[in-house]
Each structure stands twice: as structure tokens, then as C-alpha cells.
């Protein structure tokens, strides 16, 4: 089987660690205990507050989207999704950038914790199969749609590919909002603040007035503001505007409305 030169070992047509050899009581054992350690830390110390919790489903196939805003983003969301029954690696999964992957030691752990890497800037042949293996087990997907992390706290634009994923295969998506964790490692930060932070659920929902028609461009930059609206949604109202003007010149790139051209 032939692998991604890139990343050592990521096999062309799969996953690094295949889920049905994670899917042992050991590892739901050991994602257990670490989802109560991390939900003591969150409630004693960060004063979460977790919102809609009724709204994440029991079953897959669902992608969930979630506004990126620090490295804490997937241990906090995680930990919530632990208690709710999902297991990461087993039937819960997310991408991750292929930097990552490229760094000693680190590609079975991420593999263990459900995530695969993406190439962020070339289509990537692997991550897509990935994808739909993961929706063809029905399976949770869990994606930050902005492409990389805000570094305002601003909701940026939503790309379009997930949108197009969603409405080719006809997949519910489930919107969660995080809100302060902008605050818990801010750039520049070395130790992580104590701030409450708050994650909300939304309904899941289906981009099916898209589904059936023909998916030019703009259809899609269409579907991918309406994915980007229920996001918002769940955030405060500072939150749901794009990134301010100057946002790129400060922090580098940045998806803001200055990336909208005409």
C-alpha cells in the first residue's frame, strides 16, 4: 500500500490507525477517564457552561462545525462529546493541519485521538477519502470551517468545500459556538488564562435547499454564509461580525471580508 511521502506511515486510501483497531474497551476506558479528569478541570476551574446539549445527535453520519479559536478548542469540545457517548479515533474524527503530522512522534497519538491531517494548500486526495469513509460508517466529523484559528475572536468566512461536501452527500451538520476561549491562550501567550468559556449546541441541520441543484461557485459561497450564519448564531453579537479590516496586516492571513473581491 502506498503512503503519503509527506507523512510517514498516513496509507493513501485510509486512516493512520484503522478505527476498528482503536475500537477496543481500552481505548473507550482511557477516553473516559480522561473526559472526567478534563470536565473537572473545565467545571472547577473554567466555570463552563455547556448549552444545547440535547441537540447533538446519538448517531451519524453528521459533520460538526465549530469557529476556531485556540488550542484548547479540541479538548474542551472533545471532553463534551466524550460524555455524549462519542469516542475519538472510533466514531468521532477531525482534521488537523499537515504540519503536524510531520512533527517526531506525534502522528499515532493525533491518530489515537481521531484526528487526520489535511493539506491546507493543494487539494488533498487522502483527507477526501478519509471523509467519506468516516460518513460511510456514520460517523461524526468534526471540522473548523474557517480553516484556521481567529486571532481576533471574530467569526471568519466559512470555505466552501465543506459546504459542498455536506450538500453532494447529503450530510447533517451540527453548529457549536465557543465562547471566551479566545481569552484562554491569546497570541502571544505561553501559559493558559483563567476565563470562563462557554460551548453551545445548535440543531443539526441540512443544507437541502441546495441539494439537487447545480453547484456553481456562488451557489456554494451561498451555502457556506448560511453554514456560517448558524455559527454566529450561537455567538455573541461582537463575535458574529467578520474580523476587523486591519486584522490581516496585523496577524497574517486571515479569512475577513477583505478576501471578498467585487
Known amino acids: 500500500m502506498s503512503t503519503d511521502p509527506k507523512t510517514p506511515g498516513i496509507a493513501k486510501t485510509g486512516f493512520l490507525i484503522p478505527p476498528e483497531q482503536l475500537d477496543t474497551p481500552g481505548h473507550r476506558?482511557?477516553?473516559?477517564?480522561?473526559?472526567?479528569?478534563?470536565?473537572?478541570?473545565?467545571?472547577?476551574?473554567?466555570?463552563?457552561?455547556v448549552i444545547g446539549l440535547g441537540?447533538?445527535?446519538?448517531?451519524g453520519p453528521a459533520i460538526a462545525t465549530i469557529n476556531h479559536l485556540s488550542a484548547f478548542d479540541l479538548p474542551t469540545l472533545?471532553?463534551?462529546?466524550?460524555?455524549?457517548?462519542?469516542?475519538?479515533?472510533?466514531?468521532?474524527?477531525t482534521i488537523s493541519k499537515q504540519e503536524l503530522f510531520e512533527k517526531p512522534l506525534l502522528p499515532h497519538l493525533l491518530a489515537r485521538m481521531?484526528?487526520?491531517?489535511?493539506?491546507?494548500?493543494?487539494?488533498?486526495?487522502?483527507?477526501?477519502?478519509?471523509?467519506?469513509?468516516?460518513f460511510k460508517r456514520g460517523a461524526m466529523l468534526g471540522i473548523a470551517p474557517e480553516g484556521t484559528r481567529s486571532?481576533?475572536?471574530?467569526l471568519q468566512l466559512f470555505q466552501p468545500g465543506l459546504a459542498k461536501l455536506a450538500i453532494q452527500k447529503h450530510i447533517p451538520i451540527l453548529p457549536i459556538g465557543l465562547v471566551g476561549m479566545e481569552k484562554v491562550m491569546?497570541?502571544?501567550?505561553?501559559?493558559p488564562h483563567i476565563v470562563p468559556i462557554e460551548v453551545h449546541f445548535g440543531p443539526v441541520y441540512e443544507l437541502s435547499d441546495y441539494y439537487d441543484k447545480t453547484l456553481t461557485p456562488e451557489t456554494l459561497e451561498r451555502a457556506a454564509w448560511d453554514m456560517r450564519a448558524r455559527v454566529a448564531e450561537l455567538l455573541p453579537?461582537?463575535?458574529r461580525e467578520l474580523p476587523p479590516s486591519d486584522a490581516e496586516v496585523r496577524f497574517g492571513s486571515v479569512?475577513?471580508?477583505?478576501?471578498?473581491?467585487g
Request: hydrophobic share 45%; glycine share 8%.
Open 55 to 59: 441537540n447533538i445527535p446519538s448517531k
Open 186 to 191: 491569546p497570541i502571544g501567550s505561553k501559559l
Open 78 to 93: 472533545g471532553t463534551v462529546m466524550v460524555n455524549a457517548g462519542w469516542t475519538p479515533g472510533i466514531n468521532m474524527f
Open 151 to 154: 486571532p481576533t475572536g471574530h
Open 114 to 134: 481521531g484526528m487526520f491531517p489535511v493539506n491546507r494548500n493543494q487539494s488533498d486526495v487522502n483527507a477526501m477519502r478519509i471523509m467519506l469513509s468516516i
Open 255 to 261: 479569512l475577513s471580508a477583505s478576501s471578498i473581491k
Open 29 to 49: 476506558r482511557m477516553y473516559w477517564f480522561a473526559a472526567r479528569l478534563l470536565n473537572w478541570i473545565f467545571d472547577s476551574i473554567y466555570h463552563w457552561k
Open 237 to 239: 453579537e461582537w463575535m
